[in-house]
């Protein structure tokens, strides 16, 4: 599985941005997909991902602000990021999970989300 992720950028608090990943390979693997961050300094979080049934979490930081969604015809997860926060500033992987019975995290490479005060 790869996982190509892109749209991060510079915003000024309050703006939006939304990034996407889109993922190839054997996806028919794939049990989860979302987005993690990791902020200077601080350990990579969980910002928000969604289940191949189509259920949803969130970090309690970012609910009501973010939202994630899924394009099954493009294998695409997208993170629709609303009322950007200095402190949402980070570099936001895309993760992909495998299922079982063999588990495996999968990453895309880091884009870089700086908001602005």
């Known amino acids: 599985v790869q996982l190509q992720a892109s749209g991060g950028g510079l915003v000024q608090a309050g703006g939006s941005l939304r990034l996407s990943c889109a993922a190839s390979g054997s996806i028919f693997v794939i049990a989860t997909m979302g987005w993690y961050r990791q902020a200077p300094g601080k350990q990579r979080e969980l910002v928000a991902r969604i289940a191949a049934g189509g259920s949803i979490k969130y970090a309690d930081s970012v609910k009501g602000r973010f939202t994630v969604s899924g394009d099954n015809a493009k294998n695409t997860v997208y993170l629709q990021m609303n009322s950007l926060k200095p402190e949402d500033t980070a570099v936001y992987y895309c993760?992909?999970?495998?299922?079982?019975?063999?588990?495996?995290?999968?990453w895309g490479q880091g884009t870089l989300v700086t908001v602005s005060s």
């Open positions: 993760n992909a999970e495998r299922g079982p019975p063999s588990p495996y995290l999968y």
